[in-house]
């Protein structure tokens, strides 16, 4: 009898670290994905960029600002047809909204609180220009780094639930993922 | 060059039981030392309203008398839309006059800021988020609080390392110690803390919070909030026993002056009141009595109790 139970619970030991690891491939293929999206985006904004004048420092506010709407005019122009989950795949959706929410449930109230208070509320649109008037939330550090690196130029912020990825010279909103609180 | 003098210079002010007796409005602390680093800081100002210029006015004002040369900026520098007009109200408008004389902005960023801020020439960020400079034996960190990434912290801990410099000065927005409304940023403080004990980082301003406070040294780090060179959040400060000196009732900047192996500051708010002031040796062990030593103003309060903020 106890032979049976042991041979059940071996059997069980097995069944979970198969599902296990076939989480966790499953997990790599939808981050390789995701890396793969990015860099495709990142190729296609820099050829975009080449065809513009460069980004330089300037006294004029106007000339700088005239950039990042040219900029963000071209990447929209390009990818009009783009749609929410072209970057974060729902199998990458699935875990950024795990890391994230597993970041915000290990906080206390007051860690919380600190995450929760910019943080702008809006519904993300994919090719929307950041409003001007919405601050740029504190992108928690510790978050940050639990999170896949981007190449510069792209980087991660919150709104009210969701993640966005944000072009930043072009001040445009890229993709997003909704639900991540 | 007009500038406006609204101030009433008085006489000494007397302080009440147990304040120090300070020096009355638009009275000068700092020591002016021959050939020393004096710089201003301000910090949540970019408002365009006039509070934000009546600070600006202040400050030229006190330029007369304490020639800095250069501001740093704790971020949030515009409020709000970024169009090419808000840089001129925002900015431009406001510090005219230093901006006149020659004197330069070295800007951070805040939850406020567009990062293409970075490319504006008038805050000397040099296209970088975050950057470093160095002024005679005192080396500037200037860091972007709001995007912390991996990165950042590696180039971070690169420049500290390599810092011959006297004195390390590091500021950005969020503050690692304040007690107001956001209070402690303390995802931030683990990872940052460690590396400003390491590498001797000797002094850090931040912003955010709208008032002012002067932390006591932390791990032997004097800490600065001043974020109300434009925002004001009136009796935000909340009781800590951190609290050395805290200002909440009005807007203010901050003056300070590296000569040798100390540095002077002092807090001023809009109508020209020093509301704080100190000294910090470079090397507070060979240093008798306190690490800082300091007077305040009425206005200010000192050492708060606690309530269990943090």
């Known amino acids: 009898m106890k032979a049976g139970f042991g041979a059940v619970a071996v059997s069980l030991a ?15 293929q939808a981050m390789a994905e995701f890396n793969q999206r990015v860099g495709a985006y990142m190729a296609q904004a820099k050829q975009l960029e080449s065809s513009l004048p460069p980004l330089k420092k300037s006294d004029d506010a106007g000339e700088i600002s ?34 994230i929410k597993n970041d915000f449930h290990q906080r206390s109230a007051h860690r919380k609180k600190l995450v929760l208070d910019d ?28 999170l896949p690196v981007i190449p510069e130029g792209l980087e ?13 010279k072009a001040n445009i909103i890229v993709d997003f993922v909704v639900d991540v609180f | 060059m007009a500038i406006p003098i609204k101030q009433v210079v008085a006489s000494f002010a007397l302080a009440a039981a147990g304040w120090l007796a300070v020096p009355a409005a638009q009275e000068l602390t700092l020591p002016l030392k021959a050939d020393s ?17 009546q600070v600006g006015e202040q400050m030229a004002v006190f330029h007369l008398k304490f020639p800095f040369t250069f501001v740093i900026m704790m971020g949030d520098n515009l409020y709000g839309s970024e169009r090419p007009q808000d840089f001129v109200a925002k900015f431009e ?12 902005f070295y800007a951070s960023l805040g939850n ?16 970088k988020r975050y950057y470093t400079f160095k002024k005679a034996n005192a080396r500037f960190f200037a860091l972007d609080s709001v995007y912390m990434d991996p990165v950042q912290l590696a180039w971070l801990e690169e420049e500290l390392k390599n810092s011959g410099s006297d004195w390390k000065i590091a500021y950005f927005h969020h503050p690692l110690y304040a007690s107001g409304m956001h209070g402690s940023q303390t995802d931030l403080r683990a990872l940052l803390e460690p590396l400003f004990v390491k590498y001797g980082v000797n002094v850090v301003f931040s912003g955010h919070e709208h008032f002012y406070q002067h932390i006591k040294p932390q791990k032997g780090i004097n800490y600065f909030v001043s974020g109300a060179a434009g925002q004001l959040r009136p009796g935000d400060i909340g009781p800590s026993p951190m609290t050395a000196v805290g200002f909440d009732s009005d807007r203010s900047f901050m003056l300070v002056e590296v000569a040798g192996d100390e540095l002077s500051f002092e807090a001023i708010s809009r ?24 007077g305040t103003a009425p206005g200010a309060r000192r050492h708060l109790s606690s309530s269990g903020r943090p």
Do not use: C, W
């Open chain 2, 93 to 104: 408008a406001p510090y005219k006059v230093l901006l006149d004389a020659k004197v330069l």
């Open chain 1, 14 to 28: 097995l069944t979970a670290t198969g599902l296990a690891q076939s989480r966790t491939v499953a997990q790599a």
């Open chain 1, 156 to 168: 991660y912020r919150l709104l009210s639930d969701y993640l966005i990825l944000r072009d930043v």
């Open chain 1, 66 to 99: 005239a950039r990042e709407v040219a900029f963000g005019f071209a990447i929209r122009t390009a990818r009009s047809a783009a749609r929410p989950g072209d970057i974060f795949t729902p199998g990458a959706a699935k875990v950024f909204r795990r890391i």
């Open chain 2, 271 to 294: 109508l020209g009141k020093t509301v704080d002031h100190g000294t910090i040796p470079l090397h507070p062990a060979v240093t008798a009595g306190a690490a800082v030593q300091t």
């Open chain 2, 112 to 127: 406020h800021d567009d990062p293409n801020q970075r490319f504006y020439t008038p805050f000397n960020m040099g296209g």
């Open chain 2, 37 to 53: 680093v004096r710089f201003a800081v301000i910090g949540d100002n970019g408002t365009g309203e006039r509070p934000q210029y």
């Open chain 1, 119 to 146: 943080i702008p509320h809006f519904r993300p649109k994919v090719n929307q220009t950041y409003p001007g008037e919405a601050p740029l939330a504190t992108f928690p550090v510790t978050l940050l780094a639990a």
